[in-house]
C-alpha cells in the first residue's frame, strides 16, 4: 500500500470513530434531543431532566396540584403536578423538581427546579408557601389538599 492510501485510510478512520461518538451522543441525549423530566410524562418535555417550565404538568397520578416556583430574580414558573402521593414533598421529591437532604427538622430542600438555594453557601433558603402563606410546616409533612397552590421562593 503506497503513502497516499495510507493517509486516505487513516482519515477515513478517524472520521469514522468522530461519526460514531457524535451517534452516540445524539443516543443519548447529550446532544441535539430533549429530556423529558423526573416525572417521566412524554407530553412535557423539556430540555434538562427536572426543568420544568412555565404552563408544564409533570408527573402522573390521580392527585393533581398547582405548584410554583420563584427564583431569586422574583421569576415564576407556574406548573401543575400530578401524583398518587400523599404529601407534597414526596410527590415534589418523586418528580425530580426538588432535591435536598433530610435533616434534624425534616427535609431541607437545596434545588427546586435545578436552582440551588443552601443557606449555608449563600445565605439563601428555598421557603415553603401554602396558598400564598408562609407555612407553618414543611413540605415533606404537608399532605396534598384539593384546590392549594403550594409555592418555593428563594429567600434570604
Known amino acids: 500500500m503506497n503513502q497516499k492510501n495510507k493517509k486516505w485510510t487513516l482519515l477515513l478512520m478517524v472520521l469514522c470513530v468522530v461519526a460514531?461518538?457524535?451517534a452516540a451522543l445524539f443516543a443519548t441525549g447529550i446532544i441535539g434531543g430533549k429530556k423529558t423530566p423526573a416525572g417521566n410524562d412524554p407530553a412535557v418535555e423539556s430540555t434538562d431532566v427536572g426543568i420544568v417550565k412555565d404552563g408544564d404538568v409533570v408527573g402522573q397520578g390521580a392527585t393533581a396540584f398547582a405548584f410554583v416556583i420563584v427564583d431569586k430574580e422574583g421569576n415564576e414558573t407556574a406548573i401543575t403536578v400530578k401524583t398518587d402521593k400523599k404529601m407534597v414533598g414526596e410527590a415534589l421529591l418523586d418528580?425530580?423538581?426538588v432535591e435536598g437532604e433530610m435533616g434534624d427538622y425534616g427535609l431541607y430542600v437545596k434545588r427546586v427546579n435545578g436552582i440551588e438555594a443552601d443557606y449555608n453557601v449563600n445565605q439563601t433558603y428555598w421557603a415553603f408557601y401554602i396558598d400564598g402563606e408562609y407555612a407553618m410546616t414543611g413540605v415533606?409533612?404537608?399532605e396534598i389538599a384539593q384546590g392549594v397552590t403550594y409555592m418555593m421562593k428563594?429567600?434570604?
Open 20 to 22: 460514531l461518538a457524535v
Open 95 to 97: 418528580t425530580g423538581i
Open 140 to 142: 415533606d409533612v404537608t
Open 154 to 156: 428563594v429567600e434570604k
